[in-house]
Every structure is written in C-alpha cells, then in structure tokens.
C-alpha cells in the first residue's frame, strides 16, 4: 500500500533535519579536534598564524585603501542619482580648451543650469579649492591656515547632506548681495574649537573679511571629491569677489575653475545629454568664451575635439583615483604573491604534520572512517587556522593602513580614509581566510587519504611517503619561483628609487631642512610682512649651526604657480604653445641658501623690488624657451598674464635649471 503524500514528506523533513544535526555534530567535533591538535602544537600553530598574519593583513590593508579610493560610495544620500558633467581632472584653472572638460567656467555653469532640465539641482564647486586664514572674531588673536573651497548655495542640498549642527548653505546665501556666511567642517569643529556649540552663530574673520558660521557638516563628510587634505570650510560662490578682490574668477569667461554635479529628477535619464552639451560647449568656445582673436584659428582647428562626457558621481570626483589606482593594484598584486607564498609555507608545514600523524589516520580509514570525514577535518583545520591569521591579520592591516598614511599623505589621519576596518573590509577578510585555508588545506587533505592503512601502521608505505615529498617539492618550487619574482621586483624598485635620489636636481639637498609658514594677512597686513620675514631670516641665521637661510613662496619639489609669458617684439603666444612658465618669490639670499647656482648676471638684492622697477632671475630653461636665438638675455623684458605686461620684469640674472615640480 502507497504511503500518503504528506507522510512521505514528513518522513524527508525528518531525514534532512537528522542530516543536518549530524552535519552540525561533525563539524562541532572538528573544530574541538582542530583545537586540541594546535594545543598539541603551539609552534606550529604561532608560526602558521603569524605567516598567514602577515599575508592576509597585507592584502586587507591594501584592499582597504583600494575600497576606498577606487570602489566607495560618497557618504550622502542617494548617490545612484549624482552625475558628474564632464570628466577631466585636470586640477585649479585652465585657460583654453581642455578636450575631455572636467572644469567650467560660471558663466558657462549658468549656461550648463538653463540647459539641463533632467537635473533637480546642478552644483558648482571649486576645483582644487585654497588655504583661507581663519579666526574666531573677538576670541582668537592668531589666525589659522584652514582649507576650503567656494561653492554654490545649493552644493550640500544636492549631495542631500544635513548638517550636524546649525544649517547648511542655502540658495539665498549664494548673492551678491547676501550676508556672508560660511559651513565648517565636523573635523576643524571639535579639533580646533572642542565642540564648543557657540561656534555656531559666531563670526570668524575669514581672510580679513567677516563672515558668521552657520553650520557644521556631518560626521565623515570630506566633500566630493576625496583628496589628502579634504576642505574644513565652504564658502557661498558668489563670496569669491570680496575674498580674492582684483585676482577673482568668478566673472571671467576664459578661466576654467570649477566643477560640476547634478542630482537627477526622478524618471529622469542622461541619454544623449553628452551629445547635447557638446554641440553646445563647441558653439559656446566658438561665439562666446572671450578668447583673443590670435587664438581663434587654433580653437577652430581643435574644436571636433572638445567633448563634455556625463558621467556617474556617486563616487565623487575621483582624482585620487587617478593618481594612485595604478600604483594600488600593483600593490595588491605584490600582497597576493606574499599571500601565496604564505599558503605554500603553511602547507609544507601542515604536510610535514600530516607525515607525522599518518599512521592516526590510516587507522581512523581501517575502522571505518570515510574519506570525506577525514578531508573535511583536515580543510577544516586549514579554515580554522586561516581564521585565526586573519584575526591576526586585522590587526596587521590597521597598522599596515597607518603606516600607509604616513607614507603617502605624511599623516596617519585623513578624515576621507579611515584605517579601521568596515563591513566590505572586513567580509573581505573573512572570505580571503577562508579561502586562504582551503587553498593551503587542499594539498594536505589530499594526502591524508592517500595513505594504505596496513602499510601506514606497519610504518612502511614508500608511495606515501614519496607522494608527501613530492608534494612538498611541488610547493617548496612554487614558494621559490614566486620568491624570485618578488625579489625581481624588489630590486627593480630599489633600483628606481637609488637612481631617483642620485639624480640631479640643480640644488644641494644635503643638510637642508624645510620650515613652511602661514603668515594670513588677517594677522599679518603686507605692510608687515616684509620686516616679518626679514627678522625671522635674522633669527634662524643666529642658531647655532645654521649657516644660511632663505625665502621664497614655493619650495623646490613642491606645488607652485604658472603664467603666460609674453615678450616685447614677439608675437603673443597660442594657447596650445609652451607659452608657460612657473615663478616663486625670493629672498636675495635664497639661491646661496638651497646651492643654485647663479650662471650669468647676478642675484637678488636688498634693493630690488618694493618701489624700484621690476626684476627677474631666470632660468636656463626660459632663456632658450623663449631668447632662442640671443646669446645674452641679460636686461631684456618680458611679462607675464596678459599682453600689455610684455615689459615688466628685466632679467638681471639666469640661474642653473633646477626641479621645482616633478622629480
């Protein structure tokens, strides 16, 4: 007689609920089996821990920064709806055409505002933003260096950002006419002011201007755009006049400065927005943009190529992406070789204990134990042992992450990379472990089966044991050959970096130490900083030990400013032409100081500059980029900016060509 359908049914839930207990059981009795062998074994089990330690920690710190450079969401509401208008990330201002174009100028942005109706909102923001010096109003005597960037009233209601205290900017703080009013960051708040909610409607002068803070943004918000030295304070756009006065931006139609993201309507798409705003762009750069009637021959010629692409930002403005995407894969590409180099150590390891014990399981196979029990304990071991590396190396990728910071952005806090592990890190972790023991497990378990058990307790089973060795054999190849190709690499970069430091910069880097200092004209008036600095040079020669000291805006190898340049009786350079050159401000004593060399004419002196006509050192490099056919510049003129200027330096020197950029 046929059993009823919902006895059959029963009797399967019953099976399968008695299957899983048993699969329970047996995977409880291997973890306390697990256990009791590492107890058995503690040098074993430290050195296995500590190897994989290294390996997972490695990798996880360097998926870490990965995560957060190249995969992360910015942390605002809704970030599928963001979209980036443009897709260069060329940084600060640009002058000319940009082909791919990331950077707009305002009357091109207001342009951009009428002609993209799928957005609710469209903001702009400073592209590179700028130091302010800042202080509290009536509290503060010394002002602040504080990083900040203009931006439109609407730039925190786009990205959907509430504040933490106070409010956000608002349309209506974003005129003209409008009072000023700024946002500060969580991070200046309780690092500069501890928190203190009074900060809140205060007023702070910001580069010798009045301004009240309204706001503070939230926890963990770095702006949009993650870079080392994320903005602490935002400005209202249309505040840029009054801070940067005769310099400003904000009204010029040839200087490119800021960028651009939308949020889309709901049902909204981009299709074919790309091609709209680039008909639109070429006939704007053709008709509208202002450029000299010299260079409109060269805009036309370049013009198919000028492109507005549409692009996803709900990761931001990803320039860091940019400039360390590459070098982050390969690091992560060097980890897992380590990583794997880990696995074939610990599995020798593990394999030399299967050895040990193959006669225990040669006899756990003569009394009945099947195969798949005894893989499934030996992989579970591996797991467990995996596991417990990768606690270890958790701890490894925190520290690893700091060291990493430092190294990087010479800082171990960056309020945009948090070196503590997330939920993605720490899912990565966990499956890079498990798999970790699986791959270092299998060899062993499979071995562990190999064994006959008669031969394997009478103690004499050669194909065992030659087996084992070949196995060991295989892995010990594979640790070798994976070492050399990481010592290869090792001695091509130790390689790059000794040829690195042995170049040559054009100056003496030898007992050289860099002071850099922040005298905002809030604290310090022009009129001071002369003598400010002239006493500051005195002191620092009257230490002991110090022979020399310098000035200058700009340090050799770090960040400095470019102009246009333009000579009497030449013709006025394209935009496309090398036309550019770098400059710094000096002290006469600058170049003695860092061992440049001056080649012809002389150096600075106390009585160039203030009220006497311009001059100008140059290098060797401006001699022939420009004097091309003259063998003696010296007291010849040029300008920089703009044509009218072509006359208002004289050379009165040319100094040997130095790096003050990129080494």
Known sequence: MKKPDYLTRTEQNRNGFRSSFVSVQNLLSDLRYAFRQFRLSPVFTITAILTLALGIGGTTAIFSLIHTVMLRSLPVSDPATLYRIGDGTD????????????????????????????????????????????????????????????????????????????????????????????????????????????????????????????????????GETLRSEPPDVWLPLQQEPMVNGQSSLLRQSVSAWLRVIGRLRPGATV????????????????????????????????????????????????????????????????????????????????????????????????????????????????????????????????????????????????VAIDTNPSIPVLSFAIALSVVTGIVFGMAPAWFATRADPVEALRGANRSTRDGSSMSRQVLLILQATLSVVLIAGAAMLTRSLSNLERQTFGFDTRNRIEINLNSPPATYPVERLIPLYRDLQRRLESIPGVEKAGLSMYNPLTDNWGELI???????????????????????????????????????????????????????????RFYPNESDIIDKRFGIDLPENAGMYRIVGIVKDAKYFDP
């Open 91 to 222: 940084c600060c201002v640009e002058g000319g055409p940009q082909d791919r174009w990331g950077m707009f100028t305002f009357p091109f942005f207001e342009k951009l505002k009428a002609a993209t109706p799928e957005f609710e909102e469209l903001a702009a923001f400073q592209a590179s933003g700028m130091r302010f010096s800042v202080r509290r109003a009536s509290v503060e005597r010394a002002a602040r260096a504080v990083r900040g960037e203009f931006v439109t009233g609407n730039y925190f209601s786009t990205f959907g950002i509430r504040p933490f205290a106070g409010r956000m900017l608002r349309d209506g703080d974003d005129r003209a006419d409008a009072a000023p009013v700024a946002v500060i960051s969580y991070n200046v708040w309780q690092n500069s002011y501890a928190g203190d909610p009074s900060v809140v409607g205060s007023s702070f002068i910001i580069e010798d201007h009045p301004f009240t803070i309204v706001g503070v943004s939230p926890p963990g918000f770095y």
């Open 271 to 414: 299709d074919g927005m790309s091609a709209r705003l680039t008909a639109m762009l070429r006939n704007w750069l053709k008709n509208d943009a202002g450029f000299p009637p010299a260079w409109m021959s060269e805009i036309n010629r370049v013009l198919p190529k000028q492109v507005i692409n549409v692009i996803p930002a709900g990761a931001g403005v990803q320039a860091m992406k940019e400039d360390y995407g590459t070098s982050l894969r390969i690091l992560l590409a060097v980890c897992c070789l380590v990583l794997l180099i880990a696995c074939a150590n610990v599995a020798n390891l593990i394999l030399a204990r299967s050895m040990a014990r193959r006669s225990q399981t040669a006899l756990r196979l003569a009394i009945g134990a099947s195969v798949r029990r005894v893989i499934a304990q030996s992989l579970t071991e591996s797991v467990l042992l995996a596991l417990l590396g990768g606690l270890a190396g958790l701890v490894v990728a925190k520290i690893a992450g700091r060291i990493l910071m430092v190294l990087a952005f010479h800082s171990d806090h960056l």
């Open 566 to 624: 333009f000579v009497p009786g030449h013709r006025a350079p394209q935009f496309n032409e090398n036309a550019v050159s770098s400059w710094d401000r000096l002290s006469p004593s600058f170049f003695d100081t860092i061992g440049q060399k001056i080649v012809r004419g002389r150096g600075f002196t106390e009585a160039d500059g203030g009220s006497n006509a311009p001059v100008a050192i140059v290098n060797e490099t401006f001699a022939r």
